[in-house]
């Protein structure tokens, strides 16, 4: 009897682990969410790469870039994932913090020459981030008229040493 109530004891407490095992996640990530971005980077002719000299842990400048006919507009809305063991998930906003985004429209016009520079400090909303691997989303209307437009989603990778 007490090799049957050990042995049972034993496979509740490996269920139990295999459970846990199963979700596919690490200690890192569980808590994050995976990315929901799986169309990214579509709008032809339209970049965002980021300036590799302005990369800290606290922020960045990207170079937004329209080489199209298009008049696209973006705002001040991003967001940041980090890759881990091959996946994106998003990082998670610092504890009690509390945002919204101003929502100015900045033209990217359609002229190869149109170049703008935006710089991004998300100490305020992501604390400090760690070593690793991340990129920056953004997103960008592709504006037909006042009111038809297409949103697009933009990204650049950086690394944090």
Not at 22 to 30: C, F, K, N, P, V
């Amino acid at each position: 009897m007490k090799i049957f109530l050990c042995s049972l004891f034993f496979m509740a407490i490996s269920l139990t682990l295999l459970s846990a095992c199963d979700s596919g996640q690490t200690a890192e990530t569980q808590d994050w969410e995976p990315t929901i971005y799986e169309t990214v980077n579509n709008l032809d002719g339209v970049t965002m790469i980021v300036k590799g000299e302005t990369v800290s842990s606290t922020g960045l400048t990207v170079t937004l870039e329209n080489k199209t006919d298009k008049r696209c507009v973006y705002s001040e809305d991003f967001l940041l994932e980090k890759k881990i063991e091959g996946k994106w998930y998003q990082v998670p906003i610092i504890k009690g913090a509390s945002y919204g985004f101003g929502e100015p429209g900045y033209e990217l016009d359609s002229d190869s020459s149109n170049v703008s520079d935006w710089t991004v400090d998300w100490e305020w909303l992501y604390g400090s981030l760690d070593i690793g691997e991340y990129r920056i989303v953004k997103s960008i209307l592709d504006v037909r008229k006042p009111g038809d437009y297409d949103r697009h989603h933009l990204i650049a990778e950086f690394t944090i040493d």
